[in-house]
T-cell receptor
């Protein structure tokens, strides 16, 4: 089974609108971390936001928030007030801390295009 | 603004040649990661160091790949001999460790093996 699943290969959003990028994960470890990264066309990977499995509140970083639903094993990224510069690939990732704490898993990514 | 640096940014080589990629982690970070990104496989973790000690290199083809940290400011990934299927973008990332272990990526090395 895939550890990280991103079911939306491509998404479009109107500038200034909000958009949700989906991510589901699969783990049996009680302790894990979830990450979102942005990869613009220039190629670098930019860290956006982190959510720990024991965190009670959803993580937020500026216009980014993580909609963490533990029972459903989903960690969707919400970008509010989209900007043209948000057009990029977005990757969801997970680290498992117990048993095999050195494993990191990345999803296949979602390509987001912001339309003026 | 501290960043992970990688050299070279682009490398074109012929099959059978040795390739060495270098990474300078962010000062003070004690974890270093090497990833490979291809269209077909996405991002794959190749190796992971903490305090310069290799913790996991299970994702790395052992017969031709090797990763080392000669000191805290330098990580290397070597391929010998290189093959066309090694063509990919190789990312180095470093992190401060701790519970979150957030990784900060370098710009990548685009490797093309002819």
């Amino acid at each position: 089974a895939q550890k990280i699943t991103q079911t939306q290969p491509g998404m479009f959003v109107q500038e200034k609108e909000a958009v949700t990028l989906d991510c589901t994960y699969d783990t049996s470890d009680p302790s894990y971390g979830l990450f979102w990264y942005k990869q613009p066309s220039s190629g670098e990977m930019i860290f956006l936001i982190y959510q720990g499995s024991y965190d009670q509140q959803n993580a937020t970083e500026g216009r980014y928030s993580l909609n963490f639903q533990k029972a459903r094993k989903s960690a969707n990224l919400v970008i509010s007030a989209s900007q043209l510069g948000d057009s990029a690939m977005y990757f969801c990732a997970m680290r498992e801390y117990e048993d095999d704490g050195n494993q990191f898993y990345f999803g296949t990514g979602t390509s987001l295009t912001v339309i003026p | 603004d501290a960043r992970v640096t990688q050299t070279p940014r682009d490398k074109v080589t012929e099959m059978g040649q040795e390739v060495t990629m270098r990474c300078q982690p962010i000062l003070g970070h004690n974890t270093v990661f090497w990833y490979r990104q291809t269209m077909m496989q996405g991002l794959e973790l190749l190796a992971y160091f903490r305090n310069r000690a290799p913790l996991d290199d299970s994702g790395m083809p052992k017969d031709r790949f090797s990763a080392e940290m000669p000191d805290a400011t330098l990580a290397t990934l070597k391929i010998q001999p290189s093959e066309p299927r090694d063509s990919a973008v190789y990312f180095c990332a470093s992190g401060p460790g701790g519970d979150t272990d957030t990784q900060y990526f370098g710009p990548g090395t685009r490797l093309t093996v002819l």
